[in-house]
């Protein structure tokens, strides 16, 4: 795949990584909970035998309930059209913008998006680094962080 090509299947318009979401259907934590589930196979019998003097195995039905919530993400990411979070001008307005990213629109920073604060700052921490470095290089540099 193309660099351009992959930022675009990663990063949204307003520059968060869709793929490394947990609802991403082609992302990491999907696969991941796919390969754990596989590598614990009935661990819940050995659970409920530990769980007498190892109080922390009571919680493994939860735990495994989590891995299996994960294992059904079926997002194609937000350019596919169909991002659900309501307060989020961006995810549409890119494109009547004709822009890849919010930073390279002529209304940046605007205040169409209703996100709270820690998201709004979060919008601008992001989109101002992409103005500063350019596209690749902050692709790079946030793939090294935690996507939480
Ligand atoms: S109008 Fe605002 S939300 Fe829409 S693309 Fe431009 S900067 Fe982003
Ligand atoms: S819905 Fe909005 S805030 Fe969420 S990833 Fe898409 S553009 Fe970003």
């Known amino acids: 795949m193309a660099i351009r090509e992959e930022i675009l299947t990663s990063l949204a318009p307003c520059g968060l990584d869709c793929s490394r979401c947990h609802g991403f259907a082609g992302g990491e934590i999907k696969k991941l909970s796919e390969q754990l589930i596989e590598a614990l196979g009935d661990f819940q019998s050995v659970a409920d035998k ?49 822009v890849d990213f919010c930073f390279q629109c002529d209304e ?11 998201l709004h700052e979060r919008w601008r921490r992001i989109n101002d680094r992409m103005k500063e470095v350019g596209v690749e290089v902050y692709y790079e540099e946030q793939k090294k962080r935690p996507r939480y």
Do not use: W
Not at 57 to 71: A, G, H, I, P, S
Not at 75 to 88: H, T, Y
């Open 50 to 98: 530990l769980s007498s003097f190892m109080p922390v195995m009571q919680n493994y039905r939860q735990f495994r309930e989590m891995l299996d919530f994960f294992t059904l993400a079926g997002c194609a990411g937000c350019r596919s059209g169909k991002a659900q979070f309501p307060l989020c001008a961006a995810k549409s307005c890119f494109k009547e913008k004709g």
């Open 108 to 118: 940046y920073p605007c205040g169409r998006n209703r996100y709270d604060a820690p």
